[in-house]
């Protein structure tokens, strides 16, 4: 029986359109194995705080062009774009989210808008130089929690998900491009999240990096699931008051970044040869996100 799915992505990256727009197909590619798919995108970097308002009481509201008043050019705006993948219709289509931290407005929202998975990506933007808007995204990571609503935190997503349970975020001197084994924890080792790693089910999932920040606490109430040599907090996971692991997960890798989309962004001037040379191991990223599809889709 075909499943038609919801789900929301914080489209952080749309200006390079090959890590944003061509990420988010990454991201959404699993779903689509099940059917149909609405995909929310939510800009909260780039919308007026008047079209917010307009979110909080009406719940799903479309965005226009005068309602992103710092949209990036060098990626051409539209409301919405219908795509087929895996022979499923995917429609993606921009919508304003609430400009306010109340978190319990924020779960009313979340609630309206009625969605099966919320996804946090990849931004060119720090945690450590912070922004107004990160405040509200903060409040709907923290709302999606609350609602027991699978969510992933995907590079800053995993940053501005620990940051808001309490962790420490540390800007490194140095930029950490490439592709590491991915050491698990006994928690991590049986751990949904890494069920699916490709050809290699019995060793250490391999994982792509871009990054300069790093998170250095643990969360409260999060579990570490994955580290490597460089980056000692790679993928936690978010448990209830009791204990109880929920369906949220943060991690500082890209499992978005697909080889093709890689090479891409490298002949469209996004990534550098040296960047583009870091790259070429391939990692078990697609079997991650097709994890947490299974997850949020309940099979």
């Not at 990054?211 to 000692?232: F, Q």
């Not at 890209?254 to 490298?266: G, I, M, Q, S």
Request: glycine residues 6%; aromatic residues 10%.
């Amino acid at each position: 029986m075909e499943i038609q799915s919801r789900v929301l992505i914080f489209d952080l990256l749309v200006e390079r359109s090959e890590f944003g727009h061509g990420g988010n197909q990454e991201i959404i590619k699993p779903f689509a194995e099940f059917g149909d798919v609405e995909v929310l995108l939510v800009t909260p970097q780039m919308q007026s705080c008047e079209i917010g308002k307009d979110a909080q009481k009406l719940g799903e509201v479309y965005l226009e062009k005068k309602d992103v008043p710092l949209w990036d050019e060098d990626f051409q705006f539209w409301i919405s774009c219908e795509i087929e993948i895996n022979k499923n219709n995917v429609n993606f289509m921009r919508i304003a989210m609430p400009y306010h931290s109340n978190d319990e407005l924020m779960s009313e929202w979340l609630n309206k808008i009625d969605v099966d998975a919320v996804i946090c990506s990849g931004s060119r933007r720090n945690v450590t130089m912070w922004e107004s808007w990160m405040e509200y995204s903060a409040s709907l990571l923290r709302a999606s929690i609350n609602l027991e609503i699978p969510t992933l935190g995907i590079c800053f997503g995993h940053q501005l998900l620990c940051h808001t349970l309490g962790s420490k975020i540390s800007r490194f001197a140095e930029l950490s491009n490439g592709v590491w084994d991915l050491s698990l924890t006994k928690r991590g080792e049986v751990d949904e999240l890494f069920s699916l790693r490709g050809k290699r089910e019995n060793e250490s999932p391999v994982v792509l990096f871009t990054h300069r920040e790093h998170v250095m606490s643990i969360p409260e109430n999060c579990t570490l699931l994955g580290y490597t040599d460089h980056n000692e907090i790679t993928a936690i996971r978010v448990n209830d008051q009791q204990g109880v692991p929920l369906p949220v997960w943060g991690v500082q890798f890209h499992p978005e970044a697909a080889k093709a989309r890689v090479e891409r962004a490298f002949e469209w001037g996004h990534i550098s040869k040296e960047e583009l040379d870091s790259f070429q191991r391939d990692h078990d990223g697609a079997g991650i996100l097709e994890s947490f599809a299974d997850i949020a889709l309940g099979n």
